[in-house]
């Protein structure tokens, strides 16, 4: 899938995993979306997780928008570490334990 082929995650948040899927990088993938679309998923995945969010591989989706703030902290725990998620969360004046996330 070209440019794809040279990162380390592929990202989305809310509907941005239909994108994905419309373009392909959801084949026999697990993945996630807003709740209102998942029936608009199904087509283009394995398998439509109902939770926040959903690591399957190197492809990350995230539910709503909402979920957005956990996600990036997900992120950070995965490429730095998770004492850099702690720093960021006080920073953010984040005080919420993510919740939700499935490892497939």
Request: charged content about 20%; hydrophobic content about 40%.
């Amino acid at each position: 899938m070209g440019q794809a082929d040279k990162v380390k995650y592929i990202v989305s948040v809310c509907t941005g995993s239909l994108l994905l899927g419309a373009a392909g990088f959801l084949k026999y993938k697990k993945a996630t979306t807003h709740p209102n679309a998942y029936e608009l998923l199904e087509p283009y995945c394995e398998e439509v997780i109902k939770s926040r969010i959903v690591k399957d591989g190197n492809l990350i989706t995230a539910g709503g928008v909402s979920t957005s703030i956990d996600l990036a902290l997900y992120i950070v725990s995965l490429l730095v570490n998770k004492d850099a998620v702690e720093i960021i969360k006080k920073q953010i004046d984040y005080p919420y334990e993510s919740q939700g996330i499935v490892e497939v």
